[in-house]
C-alpha cells in the first residue's frame, strides 16, 4: 500500500504537469489568434477554437481532481480519451486553421 499510494502521489503531480502544460499552450495559441490578427478577421473560428480548448481543460481539470484510488484505471482511460480526441479532432481542425493563417505570406507574425 505505500508502493501504491507514491505511485498515486506521483501519478497526480504528472497529471497536474500535464494540465500546467496544456493550459500554457492553450495560452499561448490564443495570444497568437490575438496578435495575428485572426480573431479581428475571423472571429467565429476563433471562438470555436476557444470555447474548444475550454473543454478540454475542463475535462482535463475534472480527471485530475476526481482522481481516487478506486477509480486510477478509469481515469487514466478518461484521459487517454480525450488527449486522442485533442490529436485527432483539435489539431486537425482548429489548429490546421491557426497554422495556415500565421503561415501566409502576409502574416503579421512573418515578420518576427
Do not use: P
Not at 500500500?1 to 504528472?14: Q, T, V, Y
Not at 495570444?31 to 480573431?39: A, F, P, T, V, Y
Not at 480527471?63 to 490529436?87: G, T, Y
Amino acid at each position: 500500500s505505500e508502493r501504491r499510494g507514491a505511485c498515486e502521489n506521483e501519478l497526480i503531480g504528472m497529471l497536474g504537469d500535464v494540465f500546467a502544460f496544456i493550459l500554457d499552450h492553450f495560452k499561448t495559441e490564443e495570444s497568437i489568434m490575438r496578435d495575428s490578427l485572426m480573431i479581428m478577421v475571423d472571429r467565429d473560428v476563433c471562438q470555436a477554437h476557444m470555447e474548444d480548448h475550454a473543454e478540454i481543460a475542463a475535462k482535463v481539470q475534472e480527471i485530475v481532481s476526481s482522481l481516487d484510488a478506486l477509480h486510477v484505471v478509469s481515469r487514466i482511460r478518461e484521459l487517454d480519451a480525450l488527449l486522442a480526441r485533442w490529436m485527432t479532432n483539435h489539431i486537425a481542425l482548429h489548429d490546421l486553421l491557426l497554422s495556415r493563417w500565421i503561415s501566409r505570406e502576409d502574416s503579421l507574425l512573418q515578420q518576427f
